[in-house]
């Protein structure tokens, strides 16, 4: 339930909190809001539109249906999927996720950067980091590909 007060704040009662959200005009908006309402998490961008997203309980009951087994199945099933890739990523240096993408560790040289504090040349030590390469057929599936 939402109330507003004397002092221009957004004033958001629940069972268990009550938060404030100051909607000052002066003061430069945020580009995302969160509100929540229910279990479902609610995002506004910066035009006000809103974007529901899927949390991870969420995520396992809808599993959990389209395969239909039970939450825990699902729920374990995730997370062995999840394992399988960090091992085989760390073993082999690539996983691939059928039909998602593949996951790439990938080693970075040693470099030259600079400090932006006081503009002093620093080296950066070479390193190891993770790289996720979305398959074709889902990038074309979420963004579809300009017509020429």
């Known amino acids: 339930m939402w109330k507003t007060s004397k002092t ?14 100051s909607y000052d005009s002066n003061v430069r908006e945020r580009k995302q809001r969160t509100l929540y309402k229910g279990k479902i998490r609610i995002r506004r961008n910066s035009k006000g539109e809103t974007m529901a997203k899927l949390t991870q309980s969420q995520f396992m ?19 062995a999927y999840a394992e399988l890739a960090i091992k085989e990523t760390k073993k082999n240096g690539v996983a691939v996720l059928p039909g998602i993408g593949r996951l790439v560790r990938v080693e970075r040289k040693a470099r030259m950067g600079r400090n932006p504090a006081t503009g002093e ?7 190891k980091v993770v790289k996720f390469r979305v398959a074709k057929a889902v990038k074309d599936a979420i963004v579809p590909p300009k017509k020429k």
Do not use: C, M, Q, W
């Not at 957004?10 to 404030?20: A, N, V, W």
């Not at 809808?62 to 939450?71: C, G, S």
């Not at 040349?121 to 390193?127: D, G, M, Q, S, V």
């Open 8 to 21: 221009g704040v957004f004033l958001h009662f629940s069972l268990y909190t009550l938060r404030g959200i």
């Open 61 to 79: 009951k809808e599993l959990a249906t389209a395969v239909d087994v039970p939450n825990k199945t699902a729920k374990a099933l995730v997370t």
């Open 121 to 127: 040349a620093i080296k950066i030590a070479a390193k």
